[in-house]
């Protein structure tokens, strides 16, 4: 964490399990996260990348955060995990649903096999993580939930209409969650990231042409990456955003 970071008392010692945190933007706030003083648990598939971000942070702070292997497909593992970490570190108080995936399909292939591993990748996951953690924070005496949304859904990109129809169902989760919880002082928000420049986005399909595209649409002219997010989400998780539910945030360069 650079000097001039800002600092949250209230994420020290704080239990936080992250989806999807050995890479891109996951792997960020991981990072952030723990450098917090918080108690990191993530799940990922990378087993590679994750423990290359365990070892990373265990030779820059002394300690490391909790990995698992667990594909979020697999509801019952993935509950499984988050009760263990309950077990293991106390009560999970943050909860970031970021696991996803945005591969490319065109509508006319997307067959009904296709289209529920698309929603078993990019939404289910999202509510019964939610579902495990939420007991949790009841214990604890409230928490955060922060859901990771898409750009996808307000600017009409193509290729994407499995992926850009989960995320739309992620907002509508947001909004609900966050006044079924809301009663057990559980905040619960999503996180909109614009187009960030992640290795994977710049590997598979932008190239210079998609980059000068973007910023055209951005009011700031800047490449955006996964460093932009975990600021963000560590705001959210804070104590500092208590009075912060239900809503949509964006934090996209100011597209328009």
């Known amino acids: 964490m650079s000097d001039n970071a800002a600092r949250y008392p209230s994420l020290d010692q704080c239990v936080v399990f992250i989806t999807g945190g050995g890479s891109g933007i996951g792997a960020e706030m991981t990072r952030a996260f723990h450098r917090q003083g918080a108690q990191v648990a993530f799940v990922d598939i990378d087993d590679a990348a994750s423990r290359r971000v365990v070892e990373e942070l265990r030779a820059e702070t002394g300690r490391a955060p909790h990995y698992h292997y667990c594909d ?91 992926y850009a129809t989960a995320k739309a169902g992620t907002h509508g989760l947001t ?50 990456e996964p460093r932009h997010i975990a600021p963000v989400a560590l705001f959210l998780a804070s104590e500092e955003s208590f009075a912060i539910s239900g809503q949509e945030l964006p934090v996209n360069g100011g597209w328009g």
């Open 72 to 162: 979020i497909r697999d509801v019952a593992a993935l509950q499984e995990v988050i009760a263990e970490v309950g077990t293991n570190l106390g009560p999970v108080q943050v909860l970031l649903n970021n696991a996803a995936s945005d591969d490319r399909h065109s509508w006319q292939e997307v067959d009904v096999a296709y289209w529920d591993e698309r929603m078993a990748r990019n939404l289910r996951p999202s509510f019964f993580a939610a579902q495990a953690a939420a007991h949790q924070m009841i214990d604890a005496g409230g928490g955060s939930i922060i859901n990771f949304g898409s750009i996808s859904v307000q600017t009409a990109i193509g290729d994407l209409t499995a």
């Open 175 to 224: 909004r609900s969650l966050a006044r079924d919880l809301g009663a057990h002082n559980i905040r619960v928000n999503t996180l909109v990231p614009g187009a960030i420049l992640t290795e994977r986005q710049l590997n598979k399909w932008i190239g210079p042409e998609e980059e000068a595209e973007i910023r055209a649409h951005q009011c700031l002219k800047t490449r955006l």
